[in-house]
């Protein structure tokens, strides 16, 4: 079965994205933060 991302989900990854780069000195930094929700949204599946 074919996932299918909707308008309005990827606006609001979008939108998430925005968040977290808002609040950011540099790349690295941005880098961090979103490794750091993806280890966590993996460890949330495994569970």
Known sequence: ?????????F????????MILD??????EAKEKIQKLIEKQE???QK
Request: contains cysteine; glycine residues 4%.
């Open 11 to 18: 606006t609001t990854i979008l939108e998430m994205v925005d």
């Open 43 to 45: 460890n949330t599946k």
């Open 23 to 28: 609040g950011c000195k540099d790349l690295d």
């Open 1 to 9: 079965m074919e996932d299918i991302m909707t308008d309005k989900q």
